[in-house]
């Protein structure tokens, strides 16, 4: 399991223009964390990344790239450290010296942040000014521009008409997304205050096999699989209706990082521009699997939100013509992709099952 450090590593300069870059990510171990490492990894670059203090490894997404530390060649080192803590990223910073920054840390569960609104808004909305705040005394101190990623969300959107662009106007519909809207004008604030280069990444709804099993995609292809080899009987769910335009987070991180390489910051809404039903997607995700997930899914009023988001509906044009970004994994593909992976971890749970184990548990709040 990966451990975190605070060592510093030294590199060794190659012909790669990005070889001898150093990165720093937050929320490495979420989905996005661990695809954008992988890609930073494969440029040549150092990557350091942020894991906050639990009594239980939550590094799973990053074990097929961690090296131990103690080796030389290692290019992944974590620290323990946490955006509701600004002294503790100055430091990071101070110590680390990074050329870009990715700050990914967020409680990024739209309905959950109904019930924990403060804490939401203290992770999303305080974190990111901490970092801004850190990033620019650190700009300061060394002498040198460092280069800022804030993530912001589609929610941020909510209930603007589709489809939605860098001119839309804002409309969040839940704390999570007030919040992104908080981080997003800080980091407009500084960039225009300090003359920093922050760029502000308006991502729309990405997903992946790594995505956490109480989000609505992965819950869903997860439960279907496991209804499929008789390990649960029945999916519980909320708006079947809401819309939303859904592509794979590999592509989205790459996205992340061009826009830290143009000659000026700015935002950019990040999309594949399509936009699906969650009916769809479970139609796309039971066809796969020759099933009929309406003998098998029921609504549960309790998974729906407060203020809904009816249609996410993205326009990327500025991405694609300034950037030269586009998206490769289209709809039907991130569906098959997340069914073959979950029907893989099904058939593990089923072959366990066979053999006198109890039928494993999955996450089930919230969707």
């Known amino acids: 399991m990966p451990n975190p450090q605070n060592t510093t590593h030294t590199q060794n300069p190659t012909q790669n223009p990005t070889q001898n870059k150093v990165a720093l990510i937050t929320g490495i171990?979420?989905?996005?964390?661990?695809?954008?490492?992988?890609?930073?990894?494969?440029?040549?670059?150092?990557?350091?990344?942020?894991v906050r203090r639990a009594s239980t490894f939550n590094t799973a997404r990053l074990d097929s790239i961690y090296t131990d530390p103690h080796e030389r060649s290692a290019r992944l080192l974590l620290h323990y450290g946490d955006v509701t803590?600004?002294?503790?990223?100055?430091?990071?910073?101070?110590?680390i010296q990074p050329d870009e920054v990715y700050n990914l840390a967020a409680q990024?569960?739209?309905?959950?942040?109904?019930?924990?609104?403060?804490?939401?808004?203290?992770?999303?909305?305080?974190?990111?000014?901490?970092?801004?705040?850190?990033?620019?005394?650190a700009c300061d101190a060394q002498g040198k521009q460092i280069r800022l990623y804030q993530a912001g969300s589609s929610e941020m959107f909510g209930a603007a008409a589709p489809p939605q662009n860098e001119a839309t106007p804002f409309y969040p519909r839940s704390p999570y997304a007030v919040a992104k809207v908080a981080a997003h004008?800080?980091?407009?604030?500084?960039?225009?205050?300090?003359k920093?280069?922050?760029?502000?990444?308006?991502?729309?709804?990405?997903?992946?096999?790594?995505?956490?099993?109480?989000?609505?995609?992965?819950?869903?292809?997860?439960?279907?699989?496991?209804?499929?080899?008789g390990l649960q009987d029945k999916l519980y769910l909320g708006n079947l209706d809401s819309s939303r335009d859904w592509g794979h987070a590999a592509d989205f991180v790459e996205?992340?990082?061009?826009?830290?390489?143009?000659?000026?910051?700015?935002?950019?809404?990040?999309?594949?521009?399509?936009?699906?039903?969650?009916?769809?997607?479970?139609?796309?995700?039971?066809?796969?699997?020759?099933?009929?997930?309406?003998?098998?899914?029921?609504?549960?009023?309790?998974?729906?939100?407060?203020?809904?988001?009816?249609?996410?509906?993205?326009?990327?044009?500025?991405?694609?013509?300034e950037l030269g970004w586009k998206c490769k994994v289209d709809f039907p593909t991130?569906?098959?992709?997340?069914?073959?992976?979950?029907?893989?971890?099904?058939?593990?749970?089923?072959?366990?099952?066979?053999?006198?184990?109890g039928v494993p548990q999955v996450e089930h709040a919230y969707a």
């Not at 661990?34 to 942020?50: I, N, Q, T």
């Not at 803590?85 to 110590?95: E, I, S």
């Not at 502000?200 to 997860?222: D, Q, W």
């Not at 769809?280 to 939100?305: G, N």
Request: glycine share 8%.
């Open 85 to 95: 803590d600004g002294g503790g990223l100055r430091k990071m910073l101070d110590d």
């Open 29 to 50: 171990t979420g989905q996005d964390g661990s695809y954008l490492a992988e890609f930073l990894l494969s440029k040549g670059y150092l990557v350091h990344g942020v």
């Open 255 to 321: 996205a992340m990082w061009l826009m830290l390489q143009q000659v000026q910051p700015g935002d950019y809404v990040v999309a594949t521009g399509e936009s699906h039903t969650v009916r769809e997607l479970l139609d796309t995700a039971a066809a796969a699997l020759e099933m009929d997930w309406r003998k098998h899914v029921e609504i549960d009023p309790r998974y729906r939100r407060p203020t809904e988001v009816d249609y996410l509906l993205g326009d990327p044009s500025k991405a694609q013509r």
């Open 108 to 137: 990024s569960h739209v309905r959950v942040s109904f019930d924990q609104p403060e804490y939401t808004a203290d992770a999303v909305a305080m974190g990111a000014l901490r970092m801004l705040e850190a990033v620019r005394c």
């Open 334 to 357: 991130l569906v098959h992709r997340m069914i073959q992976h979950d029907l893989d971890l099904a058939k593990r749970e089923r072959f366990l099952v066979d053999h006198g184990h």
């Open 196 to 229: 920093m280069f922050i760029s502000n990444g308006i991502l729309f709804n990405h997903e992946s096999e790594r995505r956490g099993e109480t989000f609505v995609t992965r819950k869903i292809t997860r439960a279907l699989t496991r209804i499929k080899l």
């Open 185 to 194: 004008w800080f980091s407009i604030n500084y960039r225009e205050a300090y």
